[in-house]
């Protein structure tokens, strides 16, 4: 069993997910809660996700979070960001196909 890292995780497949849950909190945010910047409950969404993934214990071994045998996430911020990744999914094909494509490769 892998153990949590002593500094954050920065490596390549980290700094790719940051990215794409970033740009999915903010998409949901401005199509749901017709926000240009992030609301509160987004932003507490974001700066949660990304703290998980600073500590994920996979570095670059991760894969989606879908595919984790390890929930990091309390249950509430699960739910959350299921429902962000629900609504989102399909405005992610068409705002950043690239990002769609690599994190559905990933999985």
Not at 45 to 71: I, P, T, W
Not at 78 to 100: A, D, E, F, N
Request: net charge positive; aromatic share 8%.
């Amino acid at each position: 069993m892998k153990k949590l890292p002593k500094e954050p995780n920065n490596g390549p497949n980290i700094q790719k997910e940051r990215e794409i849950v970033n740009e999915m909190i903010r998409l949901y945010c401005r199509k749901k809660h017709h926000h240009d910047e992030l609301c509160k409950e987004c932003q507490d969404l974001k700066d949660y996700a990304l703290l998980r993934l600073s500590l994920c214990r996979f570095g670059e071994e991760k894969s989606a979070c879908s595919n984790c045998k390890v929930h990091c996430y309390k249950p509430i911020f699960r739910q959350k960001m299921k429902t962000v990744m629900r609504h989102t999914g399909p405005w992610m094909l068409l705002y950043h196909p690239i990002y769609s494509v690599k994190h559905l490769l990933n999985r």
